[in-house]
């Protein structure tokens, strides 16, 4: 969602220690029940290895309609059905959401890293009115947001 080239922005946003809550939405087959969403919030075992506790959401109606199509199609079975979740994590371990869903039940079949916060105060970084395959320059507001990001973590190292 980010690009960038600085390399020391880039380990302060993505290492676990810092903590920046990174939000998904996923697109999973089957219906999303509270035990699932339950089990994704106390964490799940993947790799042998206890996940951190997590944020899983079944998305409103009103997310789930700002979501294009995909071209082409995920799939075409119409007879299982398929449910979108919000799941936002602190860690980030290869294909973490993708293992997370499977593991209690329920297989990714699209997945959108929808924001990022900075855990300034201010709002996530996102991808909203951002059209599919279409990218923005930061704006001015969030290019110092990260730079006073990049300042703090050498404070406190």
């Not at 959108?112 to 991808?127: F, W």
């Amino acid at each position: 969602m980010l690009l960038t080239d600085n390399g020391r922005l880039q380990h302060r946003l993505t290492d676990p220690r810092f903590g920046h809550w990174r939000q998904y939405w996923v697109q999973v087959e089957g219906c999303a029940n509270n035990n699932q969403l339950d089990q994704l919030q106390r964490g799940v075992m993947i790799q042998g290895v206890l996940t951190r506790p997590a944020k899983a959401t079944l998305l409103s109606d009103n997310d789930e309609q700002t979501i294009s199509d995909r071209e082409p199609p995920i799939r075409e079975r119409r007879s299982i059905p398929t449910s979108w979740i919000a799941v936002q994590l602190r860690e980030g371990r290869n294909r973490q959401v993708r293992r997370m869903t499977a593991a209690v039940g329920l297989p990714t079949l699209r997945l959108i890293r929808q924001s990022i916060d900075l855990m300034d105060g201010g709002a996530p970084l996102s991808l909203k009115g951002l059209s599919p395959g279409h990218w923005r320059s930061i704006t001015g507001v969030e290019e110092e947001r990260l730079q006073l990001l990049l300042k703090s973590s050498v404070t406190h190292q």
